[in-house]
């Protein structure tokens, strides 16, 4: 129990810190390597809610791919050298208040709405087999879907990013 | 009557279709290629609407008996249970032919072939504009075959569109106002017709095919039996005010198309502006479609206010004649003055309605077709002149006789078919239907007769004005009319003094069903026995 | 201040709840504030962790189903899908344009 | 020879011109000659074949009528009345059988003559093919036995006419013609479709026998005996048209632009007859008012035409106004009852006018190559006027010439004289009998006209000298194939082909071979009948030839003494009678009159409609299109400031938000109450019309733009305020309505929970 309570303040603490930092950081690249810990920590907490299987699919995915890309993205944008590599920001005094704003309503809300925690919830064995059964049975529409989706991404990414001779 | 499991009917409306993909997939570049498919599926259309020709029983009617329909086609296609409030959906995929429909698939494949070969030299975007070309063929042999009014009303939408784009793309100078126009005043006659559709299909319940529970229908053969009116719906019984409603509603979204007196001036704009193949199509089938509308849904359906309003009719197709002879008379644009004939002789044809008798509704459903081939003759003799000249006015030419004088020789005989001489198509079906409102109308009839001089006047005072007389020497270079020209002319010159001299060969096919469906009309649409063949 | 204490010790609903709120807002922040469209891209990846979180903790503790983790699969997969088009975009903007800042792009012709 | 045999020959002889015009249209260019010999050959061809058929129904078949039918439309089991057919089919009596041969006769003289006089036009070939489809549908006019074809063949001629007066379409004169020609046709067709379409309703056939018999057992249209009247009338409409009666008249004498030969068939002896054939063949369902209708048509058109014909200068013009005033005879022959005489005269008529047309051709013709030798483009060739003293030079043309003319006066021994001597004696009998005086009367005078006019032209075109010699000493005598047609012409205007007896027609084989048809219809309206008619007409018979000879003889003594011996100045008569003489010179002014009365009427009305048609009907749509975009777009975005529709528009909407000012205003308050209520309920009302005003005036688009619109920045600038101490709320920046979106979100929140 104790274990439990200090792996979930662990990565809280891992995840909101490195989370401020990628917002925080004026420099692009620290904040994109700070995005990752935020990823790491958010996995974490997944296995907290005894969600193994997303834990390590968010690992894979956005650890070994959307991070990638954003590294890309920020290396190909940003000559590493000049100083564009501090990226400026707008309007931070009033964002500033309407994220203080923000925070402040959803918190509070999370925290005064009483939730019909249902006594059962014991958790889950091993999620695995479960979601792969989910996702070919009430969700096989969905999932074809998401593959076509992806696969479009795939092309139009391509499409998109190729650099075409200017006319 | 199948081939490759597909019935005929299907064929012949879904061919364009094929055609259409076939175009979309060639480059753009190649237009040979483009037009030559077009071409071959219109043709391959042709053989088909032939095939149905020589097949067609003519001992059986139709009308309102599915025995009586012919290559019939039947399937369920939208079917849907528990819908809230709507009960079940049971919409079919449901066509057929009989004597009515027969002549206008002919006119239809015919026109589209012609029109196909007036449209070689287009220059704008010709891949996108075949392309329109074959989807609107599809909508109107759609509208002719469809015997499911859900069915009718989907292809009647599809033809609107790629008219829409034709006109507006293609089109003369003034082309968007003119489609603008057009789209409206249809789509106006759309939605009074949806209302007509809508009142009918909640009072018209038959039984289940499978469950055998009462359903809501759009068959239109089981919405013309009295019996499956609902009792207490709103179009049950006879002569009630909601039918009559339900009956003008019907007959103004028909009306429109037609074009009847106050719904016609969408129709000279649309025509002057339209590019020659489009004008022909308008002329030659669109307008067929509000007559044709009338005779397979508002007779059998509505027989009682049919009847009840007859004389108006009579006195609209009085109008339409008359006043669209005169309007002719006063136009100085050629395409314009063919326009307002079009309305003229379109009267006619309302006129052999409102005869209801056979030789009367025989001399309307003739008119039809005659009127098709007549009117597009003209339009493409039209096109051929402003092709040289790139004018038409009418005042600017004369003498062209000297210059083209083949050209001269099939434009005789077109202009002396539209004005109704002996011997050639336009005559007969015109004097069927005087003849047969004579019985009906009296008066309206012997009024209406003074339309068959303005033609007269004013075709004859064109005639003179555009190829008599000396020959303008400004003109004097003109080309006389070539090959393909003639290729779309020579076949329709044909046709009208074939049927002028021998009309049995077509009206053999509609007597039948004109015949039942007077009586169908005369009854009341109480339930008719087959007539013996 | 006694109940908060005994709050603290026993994690549960709330607990995530506020967590993926506090990201939420952080992601939101970023959004708003950043200049640079990969920050802002950044920022959305952000909020969809925290939706992310939502839907786990709901599934665990309310639902006791996994169909707030399929959910989430899929909000990962389009989050990936997003990422991928969104820095192709952004590329492409760099390349006509030649900066990625998303106050300087008012217009979508070059 | 077998009926059958007799019924194939007809449709022989129906189908050859069709074929030589179906061979000529499409290959006169390749022919050699152009194809002038195929045509003339088959024309020739046809002319022997009817000869055997007539002389073959004349000997053996004298008292029968053949008829072949054919099923052209199967109506199917109609509906109230079981199975109807369309019988179509042609007839064989004596009748046809005279008519066969008239036509072919002047049909092929016709065409040698065209020959010569045709020869080197533009388009000789042409013009032989439109010979032959006129004399395919003379022929159809004949041979068929039912309305229905002969209305069709009514039309066909009428074409072929149109296609020949516009032979030379490049003058606008003939064009002019030809069009009129058709047109005032049609007018006469319509009439007699109608005719038709009264007979179809009651008998559902065409067929002239079953009509009659069905009407014989006391079955007449649509039950009515007016209706039955009507219909004779309207039939006779077409042979008004076709015959130029009175009141269409007025196209025959245009038609004469035509060429020549044309006239002579078509304009002459053909066409123009055919509707007196079609009265004889419509004659047994004629009502004694019909039958009255019809003389008096026949008389007036008679009596007109004769008096034009005194005053013109053109030969063609005088010949045409005889031909309309002889037609009038005819007709007046069948409407007074005289079937025979009537029919005779066509017969003769045709024969020695068709001569007079040729003649004339041979004159003009030699006028012209006279003129063009000389060289002299100005003189007119057709004015008699510039013509005299070609006696000498073109003595057949002469010969034959007087032939004719003496027959068209009646003078004994010519056909002219029985025929036109039966038709008076019909007048003066039907005088007696019914007491119209007025048609004996007309028909004796117009008898002397036609002698005075006739030889008028004679002696002016033919003796004295000419004014100045050079002009015509050119004229020659014109070729073999001009001349035989002339000679042929005029044996046939002789008695003995008609008559052994110079001085009654009656002993004829003519009289043996037709009879007057009973009539079929009810006795109460019909004519008198043919017993009482033939005793009246014996009666009248020895009266009538003097009469007839005598005036005949006046006539042409005036005509001498005023133009030969020069005793009479023409001219001081036509001083002394100026506005008579104008009048008739300018043909009782009907063509002024037609073209103010209905060529301009109708062209004025059809331009007041396609003005209508495109301001009004157009109006009132686009003026739909208009006010709806006013209505959403408001007036300033719609019309230009100040013009008149937007005035209008801003009128009426004015009004309108009175109004509704008015209903939320006086309407809402309450009764009695005080005075500042009334003012209070006055300034709501006042505030709400303007409120509405405003609202057609901006429109509900710029309602929406200026008010909602306006209200929503409100909230944002607002929310912005709030939110964010910034101005820049409009900046479109992503991030910017992003924040928005939150707060908004927020609120829901906190407002929901």
Known sequence: MVLYNLAFYFFSLITLASASVVVF??????????????????????????????????????????MVLILFGVMLTNRTIDVQIRTGSIQTFPAMLIVAALAGTLVGIFWST????????????????????????????????????LLVALIGAAMIARREKKA | MNFLGIGTLSWITFLPILGMIAVLLLPKENRNAIRWTALAITFLQLVAAAFIFFNFNRGLAGINTVEGMQFVEKVSWINIKGVPWFGKIYVEYFLGVDGLSVPMVLLTALISFVAVIASWNIEKAFKGYMVMLLLLDTGMMGVFVSLDFFLFYVFWEVMLLPM???????????????????????????????????????????????????????????????????????????????????????????????????????????????????????????????????????????????????????????????????????????????????????????????????????????QMFNHGTITAMLFLIVGVIYDRAHTRDLDAFGGLAITMPKYTGIMTVAFFAALGLPGLSGFISEAFSFLGAFQTHRYITIASTLGIVLTAAYMLWTLQRVFLGQPNEKWAGLPDINGRELAALVPLAIITLWLGVYPSTMLDIMTTSVNHLVEFVKQGGAAVAMLPK | MQDFIHWLQAPGLNHFLIISGILFSLGVFAILTRRNAIMVLMGIELVLNAANINFIAFSRYITNTLDGQVIAIFVIILAAAEAAIALAIVLNIFQNFNTVNVDELNQLRD | MSPETIIQLSVVILLLPLLGFTLLIFFNKRLPRQGDWLETGILFLALALSLVVFAVKMVSYRHETFQATFTWVNFGNVPGFGPMKLEL????????????????????????????????????GRYFAYLGIFTFSMLGIVITNNFWMMYVFWELVGLSSYLLIGHWFEKKSASDAAKKAFVVNRVGDIGMFTGIMILFATFHTFTFSTIFESMQSGNIPLGSEAWLTAAGILIFCGAIGKSAQFPLHVWLPDAMEGPTPVSALIHAATMVAAGVYLIARAFPMMTADALMFIAYIGAITAFISATIAIAQNDIKKVLAYSTVSQLGYMVMGLGVGAYTAGFFHLVTHAMFKAGLFLGSGSVIHAMHHALHHAGDHHTDPQDIRNMGGLRSKMPITFWTFLIYTLAISGIPFTSGFLSKDEILAGTLAFGSLTGHKIIPIIGFFVAGLTAFYMFRLVIVVFFGEHNDHHRIEAVRESPKTMTIPLMVFAALSFFAFYSPNPFGAASGWFFDAIHRPESVVPLAVAAVGIETFEEALHHSHSLAMILSLTVAGLGILIAFTTYYWKKISADAVADKLKPLHTFFLNKWYFDEFYEWMFVGGTKGLARAYAWFDNRIIDGIVNGVGSWTKAITLGTRQNWEEGSIASIFYLGITGVISLYVGWIAGAAMMPFGASLGTMVGYGMLGLAVAGLTFFLFYVGVGGFDNSIVDGLVNATAYLAGFLGLLTRRVQTGKVQTYLAFVILGVMVFFLWFR
């Open chain 1, 25 to 66: 950081s004026k420099n692009i690249v620290h904040s994109a390597f700070a995005l990752l810990f935020t990823f790491f920590g958010v996995a974490g907490l997944y296995v907290l809610m005894m969600a193994d299987f997303l834990a390590i699919t968010q690992i894979l995915i956005y650890i070994g791919g959307i």
């Open chain 1, 114 to 149: 009483d939730w019909k925690i249902s006594p059962t919830a014991i958790g889950f064995e091993k999620t695995a087999p479960e979601i792969g059964k989910m996702l070919l049975t009430n969700y096989l529409l969905p999932f074809e879907i998401a593959s076509i989706v």
């Open chain 2, 164 to 366: 829409y784009f034709l006109i507006g793309i293609w089109g003369g100078p003034r082309r968007e106002y003119a489609a603008i126009k057009f789209f409206l005043y249809t789509l106006l006659g759309s939605v009074l017709m949806l209302l007509a559709i809508i009142a009918l299909y909640f009072s018209v319940t038959i039984p289940d095919p499978t469950t055998g529970e009462k359903i809501y229908t759009f068959n239109m053969l089981a919405m013309m039996n009295p019996a499956n009116f609902e009792p207490g719906s709103l179009l049950a019984g006879t002569s009630t005010y909601w039918r009559y409603l339900a009956y003008i509603a019907l007959f103004i979204g028909f009306a429109i198309k037609v074009p009847v007196f106050p719904f016609h001036t969408w129709l000279p704009d649309a025509h002057v502006e339209a590019p020659t193949a489009i004008s022909v199509i308008l002329a030659g089938v669109l307008l067929k479609m509000g007559t044709y509308g009338l005779l397979r849904i508002g007779y059998p359906m509505f027989p009682d206010a049919a009847n009840h309003y007859s004389w108006a009719l009579a006195v609209l197709a009085f109008i339409n004649i008359v006043y669209g002879a005169l309007c002719a008379m006063a136009q100085k644009d050629f395409k314009k003055l063919i326009a307002y004939s079009s309305v003229s002789h379109m009267g006619v044809v309302l006129l052999g309605m409102s005869a209801m008798n056979t030789q009367g509704m025989l001399g309307a459903v003739f």
């Open chain 4, 89 to 124: 089919g042609i007839m064989v009596d004596n009748l046809v059988a005279i008519m066969l041969v008239v036509v072919n006769v002047v049909s092929a003289l016709v065409h040698l003559f065209s020959i010569g006089y045709m020869h080197g036009d533009v388009r000789y």
